[in-house]
């Protein structure tokens, strides 16, 4: 079957750097990626990896190695908007994305 | 219109009745899907469509149906609601490499 593992709930606290991992086990594989979901609304994209190792994209990076089957979201310098939930997704053989069931993210001030 | 819409924004049905969510983008996307967000669960597809006049059934199509008769519109019906389907309902449509993803806001929908 098809697995994509995550942490339920994280806390960290403002201005703090966290990873929240992600842990898979799909038929095939074409890409993952991270989005953000604020309560009560629609997921919306953060990153794409394809190809191992880190992308950057401002107080936020994704890494991964696909040997492992692994890859964590880290964010940096926490403002008190980033709590979400983080939903880590990956492309099958088939095309369709597999879905985690997310990461709730608490930040503290 | 500026991205993907849905309507209604939230609903409540009796247990039999039939109903239609709409979708629609204005982002000229060839693929289309439709999702089910349940608490603990993660997303889990229901139906989707790589272009207009084709569709496929996803993880969990039971109970659903859809149509693509354009490139814009993706409706998803339930021919006669029961309270597992209580849900929320994402649409979303993607295009291009990667396959990003871009989310309508969603429809929450109560079957009593």
């Known amino acids: 079957g098809q697995n994509i593992d995550q942490p339920t709930e994280m806390t960290a606290t403002e201005g703090a750097i966290v990873q929240i991992n992600c842990t898979y086990q799909t038929s095939g594989f074409n890409g993952l990626f991270w989005y953000q979901q604020h309560a009560g609304e629609a997921p919306t994209f953060l990153s794409y990896n394809v190809l191992d190792g880190l992308e950057e994209k401002g107080r936020f990076s994704s890494f991964l190695s696909r040997s492992k089957g692994y890859s964590y979201l880290l964010l940096k310098e926490l403002q008190m908007k980033d709590s979400a939930s983080y939903l880590c997704?990956?492309?099958?053989?088939?095309?369709?994305?597999?879905w985690g069931a997310g990461t709730k993210l608490i930040i503290k001030p | 219109i500026a991205g993907i819409t849905q309507a209604p924004t939230s609903q409540i049905l009796a247990a039999g009745r039939r109903m239609t969510l709409r979708c629609t983008q204005d982002m000229r996307h060839n693929a289309m899907y439709w999702y089910r967000q349940d608490l603990g669960l993660g997303l889990r597809l229901i139906h989707y469509s790589n272009t207009a006049g084709t569709t496929g059934k996803g993880e969990v199509p039971d109970g659903y149906s859809v149509s693509r008769a354009n490139t814009d519109d993706f409706p998803l019906t339930l021919a006669s609601a029961v309270p597992s389907q209580t849900s929320v309902y994402f649409c979303a449509s993607s295009d291009g490499d990667p396959p990003t993803q871009y989310f309508g806001p969603g429809t929450r929908l109560t079957v009593l």
């Open positions: 997704a990956v492309e099958d053989s088939n095309y369709q994305l597999i």
